[in-house]
């Protein structure tokens, strides 16, 4: 198991919102969530270093551009390295067509982040295999984990920026689609959940909300 470099194509070839839940209903997706993958995070002893995304993307990127979180907001940066600064961090993994995990979504900050090892490395593969036992290997990657202390984001895409507003923010209208899970005991325990907002007027392509409930 290896880690690729990222590839702009490669997040390119991502589903958009609408694709990626038609799919994931069509698999069963929320059975695989809580009878496959929940099982398997937490028999691995993976549930608080990764959770597990819906694989799509909300926009386009341009050649030489990768998509970056800081303090809540996403939006395109360079891909080539800033003169002084920490290289962006990954956030998602997705199996790329030559099967290597590739990042597909990043986040800024000073702090140290995951460290992928050879344990994360046999996790990987292991997930790997999952997803090819279950035909699923394009719906499905990995994201890092929150911390258990995650309390919920409600993350607004306008044009090609993603904004993460307060949970007493949220879009009264919130039609909610589940994009990503975390199966640690008090983030699973208190129903934490990132989701999108299908019902966005202005954004056809859905709306990014983490959710907490419970």
Not at 45 to 51: A, S, V, Y
Not at 63 to 80: C, F, H, I, R, T
Not at 122 to 148: A, W
Request: charged share 25%; net charge negative; aromatic share 12%.
């Amino acid at each position: 198991m290896s880690i690729g470099e990222y590839s702009v194509d490669h997040f390119q070839t991502l589903p958009s919102l609408e694709v990626a839940r038609t799919n994931f209903v069509k698999l069963n997706g929320d059975d695989l969530v809580k009878d496959v993958f929940k099982k398997f995070f937490v028999e691995q002893g993976m549930d608080r270093t990764f959770g597990l995304a819906m694989l799509h993307r909300h926009f386009d990127l341009e050649p030489g551009e990768m998509l970056v979180d800081y303090q809540g907001k996403s939006v395109p940066w360079s891909a080539g390295h800033v003169s002084g600064m920490k290289p962006p961090q990954p956030a998602i993994w997705a199996v790329s067509s030559d099967g290597a995990f590739k990042q597909t979504e990043f986040y800024f900050s000073e702090e140290k982040g995951l460290t992928i090892g050879e344990e994360e490395l046999r996790f990987m593969k292991r997930f790997q295999e999952l997803l090819r036992e279950h035909k699923v290997t394009q719906s499905f990657g990995l994201c890092r984990y929150p911390g258990d202390d995650f309390n919920g984001l409600c993350e607004i895409t306008h044009g090609r920026a993603n904004i993460n507003l307060k949970p007493n923010d949220w879009p009264k209208n919130l039609s909610a689609v589940d994009t990503a899970w975390f199966f640690s005991e008090p983030i699973w325990t208190r129903g934490c959940r990132c989701t999108c907002n299908a019902r966005s007027p202005d954004h056809p392509h859905g709306v990014h909300i983490y959710t907490v409930s419970g």
